[in-house]
């Protein structure tokens, strides 16, 4: 699997100048028989300062990573594992934490 990160190097994703570099990466990679995930539609929903690491900085921030995280998990894990996975997540989350010092 090939997956492509868009850079949040703009403000307004329409202003995004790598589109067709990720197309080209992508056809590329289809072409030797990768799965392409390309991540610029996923990204493109939130305001990219929402997802970098910061303004002088394009890399994903924790934010990034997690949308990131889940678009690749939905195209590797079959819909079933998916939820399970979510469920066991919640009830990890709701467990009480175990009390800290003496």
Same mark, same amino acid.
């Given at each position: $699997?090939?997956?492509?990160?868009?850079?949040?190097?703009?403000d *307004?994703?329409?202003?995004? +100048?790598? =589109?067709?570099?990720?197309? $080209?990466?992508?056809?590329?990679?289809? #072409? *030797? =028989?990768?799965?392409?995930? &390309?991540?610029?539609?996923?990204? #493109?929903?939130? /305001?990219?300062?929402?997802?970098?690491?910061? &303004? !002088? *900085?394009?890399? /994903?921030n924790?934010? =990034?990573?997690?949308?990131?995280a889940?678009?690749?998990?939905?195209?590797?894990?079959?819909?079933? &594992?998916?939820l399970?996975? !979510?469920?066991?997540?919640?009830?990890?989350?709701?467990? /009480? !934490?175990? +009390?800290? =010092? +003496?």
């Amino acid at each position: $699997m090939v997956v492509v990160f868009p850079l949040c190097t703009v403000d *307004d994703w329409a202003l995004y +100048p790598y =589109g067709p570099l990720h197309r $080209m990466v992508a056809r590329a990679a289809a #072409a *030797d =028989g990768f799965e392409v995930v &390309d991540l610029l539609p996923v990204y #493109a929903r939130r /305001p990219p300062r929402e997802l970098r690491l910061a &303004d !002088s *900085d394009a890399h /994903p921030n924790e934010e =990034g990573h997690r949308v990131a995280a889940e678009a690749i998990a939905a195209r590797l894990l079959p819909q079933e &594992d998916r939820l399970f996975q !979510s469920r066991a997540a919640s009830r990890r989350s709701e467990r /009480p !934490s175990a +009390p800290s =010092g +003496p």
